[in-house]
């Protein structure tokens, strides 16, 4: 199986599970005034990857779960937990554009500026960004709660849910400490890798989708989602940074080199200064972080970037955490079918072009 037919086994039914729910909700959006929050959510929740559902459908298979509606329903939640997560940190890094269109805050910016209404737009966009992501992570529990699985398999995976909310939470202020100290240190950027996406991507959908099939935390369980789930949400990471900088916006739908110019401090930037020459760091801290930053200025890091060997070595990292998950799924005791699709996503998670 390969990490395409691994997502697209569950993405239809994630699709329908997003649409039901969101279809619960439309009563409370009658009013016309409040129609704009739920378009938004809606465009918003069409694209993705579906990663982290699949993550965790596929942690159920792994313990013995067989297809369930309320399975899929209960992973689809990680959509809005994820969506509120996107919106929230675009708000942060004053980001444009997200999947090829404008973010949630220049939204609803210019429809403040094309309505004429008064005070400050931004402010009104950023206000009602945070507003609809806080409202999607109100809705992801919501959605989990509501699945329909067994109480007791809800109670079971109830702890690691909501330590992983917690988690992403801590994750987005480490990544906003380490642009405002500006230290690019490895262990920094491994820190921020590892709380801001590598656990609630990976490991902890993966946790959750074996916990409520199984309903215990064994030690196979703990070591299979630190070894495997741990390994592939860093690996996955590593790669969002890579693109981050060097990916086609065509699609990431994204600018190019828009990380670079909201001065984020990845494992790839702290590799390059800790490699630069005096000229290189010089250039480096002269560029990194400008909102102005142009086509010049983008190809100028990357040269560095890549001349420090800071590229090539995000990418042997990669495959060093890759080639380690891969060899702790094959001892861990799980159903062969799906062994092999959690192989197949770890390969598309951390070889992706979006």
Known sequence: MTGSAALDLIRPEVDRSLRMFVDRQRPLFANPELAPLLTTAEDFLTGGKRLRPAFCYWGWRAAGGSDDPALFYAAASLELLQASALIHDDVMDASDVRRGMPSVHRRFEQMHKEAGWHGSAAQFGEGTAVLLGNLLLIWAGEMWRGSGLPPEALAAARPVHEHMLTELMCGQYLDLREQAEAQSTLDGALRVALYKSGKYSVEQPLRLGLLLAARAEREWIDTLCLQYGQQVGIAFQLRDDILGVFGDPAET?????????????????????????????QTVRGLLGDPGLDADGVERLRTVIEETGALAACEEMIKRYLDDALLALDQAPIEEAARTAL?????????RRT
Request: proline share 5%.
């Open 343 to 351: 192989a197949s996503l770890a390969v598309a998670a951390t070889s």
């Open 253 to 281: 739908g994204k600018p190019a080199g828009d990380d670079l110019r909201e001065g984020k401090r990845t494992i790839l930037i702290a590799r390059a200064l800790a490699k630069a020459s005096p000229a290189q760091e």
